[in-house]
C-alpha cells in the first residue's frame, strides 16, 4: 500500500475530509478583501459529512463584537436545552446535537481547543468525533465514543431545563473574542443548580459566521477535595460528646458570672471562639429565640444572641435578650440528651435533646438541637451548624363553655368543703391543697392571682402565697399576716357560693369569664357580693384549670342613692342567691 495511501487512512475523520476535499480554485485578492467563489465541499461536522457551500466574498478579518459573543452564547444554550428536550422526549437528539454542533463550533473551519468540564481520561478533545462523543454520550455514537462520557448536554439523562451564562470579561481581539465567566445549569428533572467555569474563544470563520475555536470548562475550586490526601483527621464520638460538654460548662460559666456580676461578656467571648468556627470557616446558626433575626452568620450576631443587645457595642439585634444568661436569671445546668451521632470523616453531625435548669427557679427548660462539628486547620473541633427549636406542641383541644361552668362548680364545693372541715376541726390545709391541685394551674404554667382581700400582697404568684390566702398566713412559716383565711372565711366559714357569670368568652384553649359571686356567711347568713374575672385553660394533662384569677369589692353606692333603691339592690342580691 502506498504510504501516502496509509496515512491517509490514519487520519482521523473530519481531517481526511479536508485533505481528500477537492481543490479550491487560486484566490484573488483585492486591496479590501479576500476573494472567494462558492463552491460544495464535503465537510465532517460533529462526525456528520455535509455539504458545504464556501463563503461568499467576505472579510474574515472583520472583527468580532461583543454582541456577536452575546448571541453565540445564547445560542450554545439555547441548544443545549433543546438537545435535553429532544432526550427527554424520545425525540432524534443526536441529530439535533450534530446540527447545533456545525453553527456552534469551529470543527472542519480551524483547530478547535476543547477541554470538557466532565473529562478525567480523555482531557482534550481536538476532534468534532471527541466533541459528540462527550455531549451525547458514548453510547449514543456509532464511532468515536469515548467510555466516560455520560453525554453533557443531556445531563446523563435528567436533562437541563436552563443554561445561564454570567460574563466575568469579554476581551474583544479584531477577528477573534475571548470571554470568560461562570455558567449555571439547572437540572431538568431535580431543579438543582450547578455552577461551572468557563473561558471560551470565538473566531470569525471563512464563511463570516462567529464559532467557537476554544472552549475550557471546569469544575469550581474546592480547597478540600472530599478524596485529598490533606483531608483532616477523622472526628471521634469522644471528640463530639467533649464538645458537647464543653458547650455546657461555658454556659453555666457564663451564667455564673452574670450573676455574680463579673465580666460575663469577657466570659463568653472567650467561650466563643472556642465552640464556633467563626473565622475558620462559614457557620450555620439558627438560634432557638430567634424570630426577625432568624440566621446568625456572623460572630457579632451570635454574640447578640447569646449575652443580649444591651450588652454588646455593635452588631446588636434588638430582640436577643441574653440566652447564655437566660435574661437575667442564668443557667444552674445543662444537659445533652443525643438522639444520635453521625460520623463523616472530617465533620460529625448529633441531634437530640438538651435540657436547661433555671439558675432562678429551678424549671427545666427542653430544646431540640442538631450540632454540626468540623475540624479547623488549628486541629481543634468547634460547631460550625448550630439549629435549636422549640418542641413541636400540637394544638391544644378548645376549652368549652361546660368545663368552664364545670370548673366554676368544683371551686364553690371547694370552699364550701373547706370551711365545713375546718368548722368539723378537720384538715382543712389538706383540703384546700387538693383543691387547689385541682383547681389552679400552678406548677403547669403562670398563674395570675389578684385576691380580694389583698392589699400589702395583691398578688400571688406562688402556689404557697396562694395557701396562705385561702387559709390563713398564720397556718404557714411563710405565710403573710394580712391573709385571714378567705376559704374559711377569717373563721366563721361558707355555706354556700353562687356565680353569676356576666358572659363566659371561648378562645380556643383558654376561656375567660366575668360576672359575680355570691358567698353566704355560714355564721351570720349575710350575703357578699364580689366581682371576678377568671381565666381556664388546658393542661397537659388534658384537665381545664385556672390560670386568671382576679377578684375584687364591687364600688361602693354613693352616699345619695335612696333607701329603696338599695332595698331593691339587696333583694336582687337576695334572688341571685
Known amino acids: 500500500m502506498p504510504s501516502k495511501m496509509l496515512s491517509l487512512m490514519l487520519l482521523p475523520v473530519a481531517a481526511r475530509a479536508f485533505v481528500t476535499a477537492p481543490p479550491r480554485p487560486?484566490?484573488?485578492?483585492?486591496?479590501?478583501?479576500?476573494?472567494?467563489?462558492?463552491?460544495?465541499?464535503?465537510?465532517?461536522?460533529f462526525g456528520r459529512i455535509q455539504e458545504a457551500l464556501e463563503p461568499t466574498p467576505t472579510s474574515t478579518e472583520a472583527p468580532v463584537t461583543a454582541r456577536e459573543v452575546r448571541a453565540a452564547q445564547a445560542n450554545w444554550a439555547a441548544s443545549i436545552k433543546k438537545i435535553s428536550a429532544a432526550c427527554l422526549n424520545k425525540e432524534d437528539f443526536v441529530s439535533v446535537a450534530g446540527e447545533a454542533a456545525g453553527e456552534l463550533y469551529a470543527y472542519g473551519h480551524s483547530n478547535v481547543l476543547f477541554k470538557p468540564t466532565k473529562c478525567k481520561d480523555v482531557q482534550f478533545r481536538p476532534m468534532a468525533t471527541d466533541a459528540m462523543s462527550y455531549f451525547v454520550g458514548a453510547k449514543n455514537v456509532e464511532a468515536g465514543g469515548i467510555p466516560e462520557d455520560k453525554g453533557f448536554a443531556i445531563n446523563g439523562g435528567k436533562g437541563w431545563s436552563d443554561v445561564v451564562f454570567d460574563n466575568h470579561k469579554i476581551e474583544l481581539n479584531g477577528p477573534t473574542a475571548i470571554a470568560m465567566g461562570n455558567y449555571y445549569f439547572t437540572c431538568a428533572t431535580t431543579g438543582d443548580k450547578s455552577k461551572v467555569e468557563y473561558t471560551f474563544g470565538y473566531k470569525r470563520c471563512d464563511d463570516g459566521k462567529v464559532r467557537i475555536f476554544l472552549h475550557h470548562s471546569s469544575v469550581p475550586f474546592n480547597p478540600i477535595p472530599v478524596d485529598s490526601?490533606?483531608?483532616?483527621?477523622?472526628?471521634?464520638?469522644?471528640?463530639?460528646?467533649?464538645?458537647?460538654?464543653?458547650?455546657?460548662?461555658?454556659?453555666?460559666?457564663?451564667?455564673?458570672?452574670?450573676?455574680?456580676?463579673?465580666?460575663?461578656?469577657?466570659?463568653?467571648?472567650?467561650?466563643?471562639?472556642?465552640?464556633?468556627?467563626?473565622?475558620?470557616?462559614?457557620?450555620?446558626?439558627?438560634?432557638?429565640?430567634?424570630?426577625?433575626?432568624?440566621?446568625r452568620p456572623m460572630a457579632a450576631d451570635a454574640m447578640s444572641y447569646?449575652?443580649?443587645?444591651?450588652?454588646?457595642?455593635?452588631g446588636a439585634i434588638a430582640e436577643d435578650g441574653g440566652f447564655a444568661i437566660n435574661g437575667g436569671k442564668g443557667w444552674s445546668d445543662v444537659v445533652f440528651d443525643?438522639?444520635?451521632?453521625?460520623?463523616?470523616?472530617?465533620?460529625?453531625?448529633?441531634?437530640?435533646?438538651?435540657?436547661?435548669?433555671?439558675?432562678?427557679?429551678?424549671?427545666?427548660?427542653?430544646?431540640?438541637?442538631?450540632?454540626?462539628?468540623?475540624?479547623?486547620?488549628?486541629?481543634?473541633?468547634?460547631?460550625?451548624?448550630?439549629?435549636?427549636?422549640?418542641?413541636?406542641?400540637?394544638?391544644?383541644?378548645?376549652?368549652?363553655?361546660?368545663?368552664?361552668?364545670?370548673?366554676?362548680?368544683?371551686?364553690?364545693?371547694?370552699?364550701?368543703?373547706?370551711?365545713?372541715?375546718?368548722?368539723?376541726?378537720?384538715?382543712?390545709?389538706?383540703?384546700?391543697?387538693?383543691?387547689?391541685?385541682?383547681?389552679?394551674?400552678?406548677?403547669?404554667?403562670n398563674v395570675l392571682f389578684k385576691p380580694t382581700k389583698a392589699a400589702e400582697y395583691q398578688f400571688r404568684p406562688t402556689a404557697s402565697s396562694a395557701m396562705s390566702y385561702f387559709v390563713g398566713g398564720k397556718e404557714f412559716d411563710d405565710g403573710y399576716e394580712e391573709d385571714g383565711g378567705f376559704a374559711i372565711n377569717g373563721g366563721k366559714g361558707w355555706a354556700d357560693c353562687v356565680y353569676d357569670n356576666h358572659q363566659v368568652e371561648v378562645k380556643g384553649d383558654i376561656a375567660i369569664a366575668m360576672g359575680n359571686y355570691y358567698f353566704t356567711c355560714a355564721t351570720s347568713g349575710e350575703v357578699s357580693k364580689v366581682e371576678y374575672t377568671f381565666g381556664y385553660e388546658r393542661c397537659d394533662d388534658d384537665k381545664v384549670r385556672i390560670f386568671l384569677h382576679h377578684s375584687s369589692v364591687p364600688y361602693p353606692m354613693p352616699a345619695t342613692t335612696s333607701a329603696a333603691k338599695k332595698e331593691k339592690l339587696n333583694e336582687l342580691v337576695k334572688q341571685k342567691v
Not at 27 to 36: E, G, Q
Open 229 to 295: 490526601p490533606e483531608s483532616p483527621e477523622a472526628i471521634t464520638e469522644a471528640e463530639v460528646r467533649e464538645a458537647q460538654q464543653t458547650w455546657a460548662d461555658n454556659i453555666k460559666k457564663i451564667s455564673t458570672a452574670y450573676l455574680k456580676k463579673k465580666d460575663f461578656k469577657a466570659v463568653a467571648g472567650e467561650a466563643a471562639g472556642e465552640l464556633y468556627a467563626y473565622g475558620h470557616a462559614s457557620v450555620l446558626f439558627k438560634p432557638t429565640k430567634a424570630r426577625d433575626v432568624q440566621f
Open 338 to 445: 443525643n438522639h444520635q451521632i453521625d460520623l463523616n470523616g472530617g465533620t460529625a453531625v448529633a441531634m437530640g435533646n438538651y435540657y436547661f435548669t433555671c439558675a432562678t427557679t429551678g424549671d427545666k427548660t427542653k430544646v431540640e438541637y442538631t450540632f454540626g462539628y468540623k475540624r479547623c486547620a488549628d486541629n481543634k473541633i468547634r460547631i460550625f451548624l448550630h439549629h435549636s427549636s422549640v418542641p413541636f406542641a400540637p394544638e391544644g383541644k378548645p376549652v368549652t363553655k361546660e368545663e368552664v361552668i364545670a370548673v366554676q362548680t368544683a371551686w364553690a364545693n371547694a370552699i364550701k368543703k373547706i370551711s365545713s372541715v375546718h368548722k368539723q376541726g378537720g384538715d382543712f390545709i389538706g383540703a384546700a391543697s387538693d383543691a387547689a391541685g385541682e383547681l389552679y394551674s400552678y406548677g403547669r404554667s
Open 26 to 45: 487560486a484566490l484573488r485578492l483585492s486591496n479590501r478583501v479576500t476573494a472567494r467563489r462558492f463552491k460544495a465541499v464535503p465537510t465532517m461536522i
Open 306 to 314: 447569646f449575652v443580649g443587645a444591651e450588652n454588646v457595642e455593635e
